[in-house]
């Protein structure tokens, strides 16, 4: 039997609210209809706007609740008529935070689907995986039309779970699990939403043969995972990082992030350290003693350290879009002068020591002479851009770039917006998460204290090359296209990054003196 979504590859049913048609006390015909598409769990009606059709709040696996808690995703059950699918639902379970929305619910594995009005196609599919240290944020954190609208592709946004309910790693989840694996859940849910967009996004007028994942920060992170992950080979055909901290990053075992999820058991009052114990506790006491999230290696999901599978070419080659700000850690270490913790000049030599120990201490404080800063505060947000995230992606470019095609960035706008916090001791930048809303309007972010400002127009032009840049390379696997300058594939001879600034799309030389990424190099290398 063929499927819905097989047997209709573009069905745009439309259903009436008050009848087919209305006529005016003239006689003028109006017609009022929503959106419905059928997919193989359902039917779905969605909004119509002026430039995009958005389907909201659609439940792409079964709740993760009750026995299902800490299991791989399971699909949803086939509901009867037409879902509405006109607003968003549930966040996933998170606590406050500048990326996010608090929210205890589990049930929460939802996406949300924007489709350009015109009916040409099969269209390219963007996928946005949200950042928030996997600890937050949710997959209307942005609005995600305009981007559709001027792209002319389509944007699926996701949930996932997150913090210890997305990623608790614990030997009695581990010994329960037919793969042997536990932890991850989180990226099996990213999976599965990818496997949702195989089955269904030609129902919307998607093509599932030109499928990019996108995310930045954690989502970022994300996307590395999947390149290096086996179980998503197929499931998508390029890939966006924006500020993943770069392929070159190691992440834990699965027996270190066991000992983890011991240690939280006891912490939650289950010391006997078994299955049922930690599904019997209430969201509210999950979330109050998780610490941070991360993706482990458990030989499963991720059979590899990203550093490993990257640079032996043991991932799944798809062209590549990575970058970072220029200003990253200025957003983390403002949260910590927010908070209270500010490093004074005398402090600033004995941080650096105690990050970085008394042998290379010494070296990373002459090439960060606190003179060249605003106060200490800026001076360490330089460090560890640069060794956290800059040279870290620079590193994954040569890497990938043996393989696959690369196309390097870097975000330089050092006037953009802070949406997320507020003034501190130093400027922002081009801190991280700060090119967002050069892709998503940062008005629609429903969560932030206040309105934030708009950008201006010299911003606005480059917010418009950069949609042109990402939808371009979601159709062709090269950003390169019409209305914007020549942007070179990365090649590790030259050492060359496109600059995205307001004004100035051109070729960045500058960028490893500038991130001082040989030092970095040569000092790990000891």
């Not at 389509?154 to 989840?173: K, Q």
């Not at 390379?473 to 090649?491: I, L, M, Q, R």
Request: proline content about 8%; some cysteine; overall charge negative.
């Amino acid at each position: 039997m063929i499927s819905p979504a097989r047997e209709l590859p573009y069905r745009v049913v439309r259903s009436t609210l008050l009848g087919l048609v209305l006529a005016c006390a003239w006689g003028a015909p109006i017609a009022v209809a929503d959106p419905v598409v059928v997919t193989q769990q359902g039917s779905v009606r969605g909004v119509e706007s002026s430039e995009v059709n958005e389907f909201l709040g659609i439940p792409y696996a079964a709740p993760p609740v009750g026995d299902l808690r800490w299991k791989p995703p399971q699909l949803h059950a086939p509901w009867p008529g037409i879902l509405d699918a006109t607003k968003f639902r549930e966040h996933c379970a998170q606590t406050a935070h500048a990326a996010g929305t608090p929210s205890t619910s589990e049930d929460c594995l939802f996406l949300n689907v924007y489709v350009p009005q015109s009916e040409d196609g099969p269209r390219a599919v963007m996928v946005w995986i949200h950042g928030g240290s996997l600890t937050a944020g949710e997959s209307d954190d942005f609005d995600a039309s305009g981007l559709a609208a001027f792209g002319e592709v389509i944007v699926v946004t996701i949930n996932y779970r997150l913090g210890a309910l997305g990623f608790l790693a614990h030997p009695a989840l581990t010994a329960e699990s037919p793969d042997h694996a536990s932890g991850n859940y989180g990226i099996m849910d990213q999976q599965f939403a990818l496997q949702w967009v195989q089955r269904n996004i030609a129902a919307f007028g998607g093509d599932p043969g030109k499928v990019t994942i996108f995310g930045q920060s954690a989502g970022g992170l994300s996307v590395l995972s999947h390149l290096a992950s086996p179980r998503a080979a197929g499931l998508f055909h390029r890939a966006i990082v924006q500020s993943g901290g770069g392929a070159s990053r190691d992440l834990p075992t699965l027996a270190t992030g066991e000992a983890q999820g011991a240690a939280f058991a006891n912490a939650v009052g289950c010391s006997s350290q078994t299955a049922q114990c930690l599904r019997s506790l209430p969201v509210e006491q999950i979330l109050a003693n998780q610490g941070s999230a991360t993706p482990v290696v458990d030989g499963f999901v991720l059979p590899l350290s990203l550093q490993i599978a990257i640079a032996t070419g043991r991932f799944n080659r798809v062209p590549v879009i990575n970058g970072t700000n220029h200003d990253e850690v200025r957003f983390f270490v403002a949260m910590n002068e927010l908070a209270g913790q500010v490093v004074s000049a005398a402090q600033y030599p004995a941080a650096v020591m105690a990050a970085f120990g008394p042998q290379a201490g010494p070296l990373v404080l002459a090439q960060y002479p606190l003179a060249n800063y605003l106060n200490a505060d800026e001076a360490l947000a330089a460090i560890a851009t640069d060794f956290a995230f800059a040279c870290p992606a620079r590193r994954g470019d040569q890497a990938l770039s043996r393989y696959v095609p690369v196309f390097a960035y870097e975000f330089n706008d050092e006037d953009a917006p802070e949406i997320f916090l507020p003034p501190v001791s130093f400027p922002y930048g081009a801190a991280h998460a700060s090119e967002l809303q050069y892709f998503f309007p940062a008005a629609s972010l429903t969560h932030l204290p206040t309105p934030p400002p708009g950008l201006r127009p010299d911003q606005r032009q480059l917010s418009r090359a950069m949609m042109r840049y990402w939808t371009q390379f979601a159709k062709t696997g090269d950003p390169n296209g019409p209305n914007t300058p020549s942007w070179a594939a990365y090649a590790s001879a030259l050492d060359e990054f496109q600059s995205l600034e307001p004004r100035f799309l051109a070729r960045e030389f500058t960028f490893t003196p500038a991130h001082r990424c040989i030092f970095w190099t040569t000092l790990l290398s000891q």
